[in-house]
């Protein structure tokens, strides 16, 4: 299973990627393995917790509530955390200051028992770079 974030390749320029472990509840995680995930609107927040170490938090990633489970008080657009070693967060922040990019991620995948996403540095498209890919899809399918 292999859900991709399409709105961030349209909307942003990728640079170098990253993986990295999602913490999910166990309904979470058995709807996420089905493929009810909806990652549109997701970006990356790095922020300090209580002890001062910084922790990266996915935002708008939608999980949608597992069937069989009890979804009393469910919020599927809660803020995820990312398990990241505080190396690479530091270093990622650090790309992410010099270069002016954001973190955005691109894909959420299984690996063996595991839930993974795909996080990117990305640079975000101006119009005129949008309007160029549709130009040049609407003409790669016009030539077919």
């Not at 493929?35 to 170490?53: D, I």
């Not at 990633?61 to 803020?79: C, E, V």
Request: no cysteine; glycine share 8%.
């Amino acid at each position: 299973m292999k859900i991709t974030n399409k709105k961030a390749h349209f909307n942003y320029e990728l640079g170098e990627r990253v993986e990295s472990g999602i913490e999910l509840t166990g309904a979470e995680a058995k709807s996420a393995k089905l493929g009810q995930v909806e990652m549109s609107g997701a970006y990356v927040k790095l922020k300090p917790n209580r002890f001062g170490k910084i922790e990266a938090w996915v935002t708008g990633l939608q999980i949608f509530p597992y069937k069989h489970a009890d979804n009393t008080g469910y919020d599927s657009m809660r803020a995820r955390r990312l398990l990241l070693h505080q190396k690479e967060i530091v270093t990622l922040m650090s790309k992410m200051k010099q270069s002016g990019r954001l973190l955005v991620p691109t894909s959420i995948y299984t690996r063996g028992a595991w839930i993974k996403v795909e996080l990117a540095l990305a640079r975000g498209k101006r119009k005129y770079e949008k309007r160029e890919k549709i130009k040049k899809r609407d003409e790669e399918r016009r030539e077919v």
